[in-house]
């Protein structure tokens, strides 16, 4: 079931338009290609001559590369070139914000091939490419890799004692406190301070502080990382690759191979999911060096082991929130304390999640303090709303524990707290125009909400969810055709319906179908500089990019329409796409015929680099019922509220929203990397590590809320990330209310839920 | 050493040499160009690699190329007839049942032969049916509907 909701209470500027384009369902554009195995991902290319790659992984979580000896392998038949971190130019100290995190060169370098040390199980030390993927794979197994074994460092509180295991000698805390004398695993520590704690932990009635610790999980994407390298004879470099932007691989590739942009073309394909963790670069810059070794193209696919051991997962926390709130249900206080395992190099997802701790209500007073921290697990990337959904267990847990305590309904101690337009978050910023509160009012009118649940060992569970999404670059170029249709060149890597909703905008714009829109994703020599497809951007910036395009087109047709009717443009007037002056009128269609054959060709342009956040919430309206004798949570119904701003093509917003939940319900429930006493992953399948299957879940009930964000021109606001968020906290607290047990660890799997409960009865 | 093997894929009759460590997926892919199926796991976890094997739905990664001497095979490159996509096809593009898009061949050859079987599938015999099939983006919501609706689709026509 979907609803779409507008807010009731809409000032005048915003009184909801009427659009024929947008808020419409058509079929997109690349669907055809999509359901009869057309569609051309990475793996798809047999590019001529090329040749396979593969990897030789440590199988240690923690060591010294002694030496590495590929002489062996490099004699086999067929095996045509090896390469280690010496093929690789020395990194240098250098940060760069790649859209969904910043990435420092030198640490990237390494991860890329280990460098003095192995780092984590499955980091990679050496590659080959051979004539075959079989040879290759034998030949990778006959490069020997002398290590002295280190011992390792899995959890972040482990990692983060004095006496843990150092895995970067040199690393020094990053603090706004006094930098520390000596190294540490602590990268850095950031803080977050708003009013006097002191004060408004005094004013509070109740306070409740509770610890919460959460496991490692994977973004899961089915299409494991792969990619064709081509290093020509001329220098020029070109990579074919399953990536989320493909201007941020040339970016990386640039530098950690030393070279121009300008030498570089990334192809991005269709790419099979990656929801923040194809932005970071693996096997590029590895299929690049083999390539330019061997003269011939180099395809490298990583195994689902691979992908599990050796690419980003999302970090495991431990957390511990306080909040104090007074006996009328107003929330006083809060305190965070949030340690992230940022895996083996620094720069884990900490920052978003101290800063989405609190984002969803309005405190008066309250400190954060979050800690970075290594340890010998693969370096953590983006997750979808990378860090909130983390924090948002911490947070929704002890808010609802709170509403239980001051006898509130959970929903009415969140309206009465909730953020709204004027609030300051802890950080800093303070909110435009957002819809939380709308959300929460949506869903105490759905009919969920007013169906009561009975039942044995049935809950029932609320939460709210925050993420920013973000603005960044995007061009668009947008070509006139003699028939009076657009063809649309944009750099935006379409994962999830992008294509469609970014043609649906400059549809809109110059009153034409969406059908009438041609949208294509290009290579990097052939669009502007577009950033990744994450940060719930691309419907949001490239979609202006696309209106601004739009724009561009219906300035020249109306000069062109003034040169055929013989008038000032001044005289032109456009209205729904219809071109009126000096009495005559004209479709952008027929007005395009016309001036194909009188005038210069018609080219829009768009190119915008928005700043701002555009504030994305969402609440979730979760059932369950738990199996006394297994422990097992069956989610009996779900139903996700969002505020999307403006739906543009409704189909993909809900499949946004269904999607997102779907990957909460697992990490609820079921995900989590199981890890031995010698650091290995003893879960790296889709069998051990389980995602939910089709058979795990229910429909996901939606409704959209339509609060418009007021720094877009149809009031967009991004909706891939958010519904992530909510999930963890809204089945916790529906666990809760169906066994009486509170739980404070993720994944609340059927082991852990029966032990709690067990626990319970037999008061351990 | 190659092996030779003669097949039906898609109605057409095939010759191809194989080494015997070979999958199905790899020789589909590899040597017949026939992309559509697809690499996830390569251990018969994600059914991205479906295709129907003498009216059978499997996972192409776990059989052996030379099992498909003498055998019927059928992949989503077959299911679009003479220009025109198969109601499932039809109801998976009108329902937004894909978003990435790489697991979708799979699905759509499992649901086929599941209607095929079964035409008129409840909810729970529909997912439990496509339960072998991994998809990450959609929460299986849109594509349980498009089953649905291209079930009731068949019985109407």
């Known amino acids: 079931m979907s609803t779409e909701v507008a807010p009731d209470n809409t000032s005048d500027t915003e009184s909801p338009a009427t659009y024929k384009v947008i808020g419409t369902r058509p079929v997109r554009h690349d669907g055809a290609d999509k359901v009869t195995g057309k569609a051309v991902y990475t793996d798809d290319l ?27 392998a490099e004699k086999m038949p067929g095996v045509l070139a090896t390469c280690t971190s010496a093929d690789l130019p020395d990194p240098w100290d250098k940060v760069d914000n790649l859209g969904e995190g910043c990435v420092n060169y030198a640490h990237l370098s390494g991860n890329v091939l280990a460098r003095k040390k192995a780092l984590y199980k499955g980091h990679a030390v050496a590659a080959v490419a051979a004539t075959d993927s ?82 490692t999980v994977h973004q899961g994407y089915i299409e494991p990382h792969v ?7 001329d220098g020029r470099l070109k990579i074919w690759t399953a990536t989320q932007g493909s201007f941020v691989v040339r970016q990386q590739m640039a530098e950690l191979l030393k070279m121009p942009v300008s030498q570089i073309t990334i192809v991005p394909c269709e790419i099979g999911g990656g929801f923040g963790g194809k932005i970071s670069v693996y096997e590029q810059p590895v299929a690049a060096v083999l390539s330019r070794k061997c003269g011939r193209p180099v395809k490298i696919m990583m195994q689902r082991d691979e992908v599990f051991e050796a690419t980003g997962p999302t970090p495991a926390s431990f957390m511990r929130v306080k909040l104090g709130a007074t ?52 370096k953590t990337q983006a997750y979808r709303a990378p860090g909130s959904t983390h924090v948002a267990f911490a947070t929704e847990c002890v808010i609802d524990e709170l509403a239980e305590r001051l006898k509130i309904d959970p929903i009415e101690f969140r309206l009465n707290n909730a953020a709204k337009e004027g609030t300051r978050r802890v950080d800093g910023p303070v909110y435009p125009r957002v819809g939380l509160v709308e959300c929460l009012q949506a869903i105490q009118e ?38 009076g249709t657009v063809t649309l060149v944009e750099g935006s890597t379409d994962i999830g319906g992008t294509r469609t909703s970014i043609a649906m905008q400059l549809a809109e714009t110059l009153g034409i179908t969406a059908e009438d829109v041609i949208p294509q994703v290009v290579d990097t020599d052939s669009v502007g500089f577009t950033d990744v497809t994450g940060g719930s951007r691309t419907t949001f910036a490239t979609g202006l990019a696309a209106h601004e395009a739009a724009l561009d087109i219906q300035k020249q047709m109306v000069e062109q329409a003034a040169q055929i009717w013989e008038c000032s443009p001044d005289e032109v007037t456009v209205a729904d796409g219809v071109y009126q002056g000096n009495g005559k009128s004209l479709s952008f269609k027929a007005l395009a015929v016309e001036a194909d054959k009188v005038g210069i060709p018609i080219v829009g342009r768009g190119v915008v680099d928005p700043q701002c956040s555009t504030n994305a919430f969402a609440v979730n309206l979760v059932d369950v019922e738990v199996d006394p004798e297994t422990g097992k949570v069956t989610i009996l119904r779900f139903t996700v509220c969002q505020d999307a701003g403006q739906a543009i093509h409704p189909s993909y917003v809900e499949g946004q929203m269904q999607g997102g939940s779907a990957q909460g319900i697992g990490w609820a429930l079921n995900e989590e990397y199981f890890y031995g006493d010698d650091g290995h992953m003893r879960n790296a399948s889709f069998l051990d590590y389980r995602i939910p299957t089709c058979y795990d879940l229910p429909m996901i009930d939606t409704i959209i809320v339509e609060v418009p964000n007021p720094d877009h021109p149809y009031g967009v606001r991004g909706v891939g990330e958010v519904p992530i968020v909510p999930p963890p906290p809204a089945i916790a607290n529906a666990i809760y209310r169906a066994t009486g047990v509170r739980f404070f660890e993720l994944p609340m799997s059927p082991p852990t839920v029966w032990h709690a409960i067990k626990g319970q009865t037999t008061g351990e | 050493m190659k092996t030779h093997v003669t097949t039906t894929v898609n109605g057409a009759t095939v010759e191809f040499l194989c080494q015997p460590r070979q999958s199905l997926l ?124 291209a079930s009731r689709t068949s019985s109407e026509s």
């Open chain 1, 46 to 72: 047999h590019v001529p001559n090329m040749v396979f790659g593969a990897f030789v992984r440590s199988p240690h979580a923690h060591a010294r590369i002694v030496s590495i000896d590929t002489s062996e």
């Open chain 1, 134 to 215: 079989y040879l290759a794979q034998e030949a990778a197994r006959r490069i020997k890799v002398e290590y002295e074994p280190l011992p390792a460092t899995m959890c972040v509180q482990d990692a983060m004692k004095d006496d843990a295991p150092l895995l970067h000698d040199e690393l020094i805390t990053h603090t706004l406190d006094d930098t520390p004398a000596r190294p540490s695993n602590i990268a850095s520590h950031i803080q977050f301070e708003k009013g006097n704690i002191d004060e408004g932990f005094a004013a509070a009635d109740v306070v409740i502080e509770r610890e919460f610790k959460t496991a």
């Open chain 1, 227 to 233: 990619s064709v390298a081509l290093w020509n004879e």
């Open chain 1, 327 to 378: 006996k009328d249900g107003k929330l006083t206080a809060g305190k965070a304390w949030l340690a992230f395992d940022a895996g083996a190099f620094p720069g884990g997802v900490i920052g978003p999640g101290a800063m989405c701790v609190f984002s969803c209500y309005d405190l008066p007073h309250a400190t954060v303090d979050g800690f970075d921290v290594v340890l010998n697990k693969p």
């Open chain 1, 446 to 483: 759905s009919d969920h909400w007013k169906t009561p649940l009975t039942g044995p060992n049935r809950g029932r569970g609320v939460a709210c969810g925050f993420w920013f999404n973000c603005g960044l670059k995007s061009s668009v170029t947008a070509n006139v055709n003699a028939d």
């Open chain 2, 26 to 149: 790899e020789v589909l892919r590899d040597e017949l160009s026939l992309t559509g199926c697809k690499e996830g796991c390569n251990n018969g976890n994600c059914g991205a690699c479906t295709v129907m094997l003498d009216g059978v739905p499997v996972d192409s990664c776990l059989v052996l190329a030379v099992e498909a001497e003498g055998a019927e095979i059928e992949t989503v490159e077959g299911i679009a007839e003479q220009g025109h996509l198969h109601p499932l096809q039809q109801c998976f593009l009108e329902g937004a049942a894909l978003q990435c898009g790489i697991c979708t061949p799979g699905f759509l050859v499992t649901a086929k032969a599941l209607l095929e079987k079964n035409p008129q599938p409840s909810e729970q015999e529909i997912r439990f049916g496509l339960a072998g099939n991994l998809c990450r983006c959609t929460g299986y919501d849109k594509i349980v509907r498009a089953v649905q609706a």
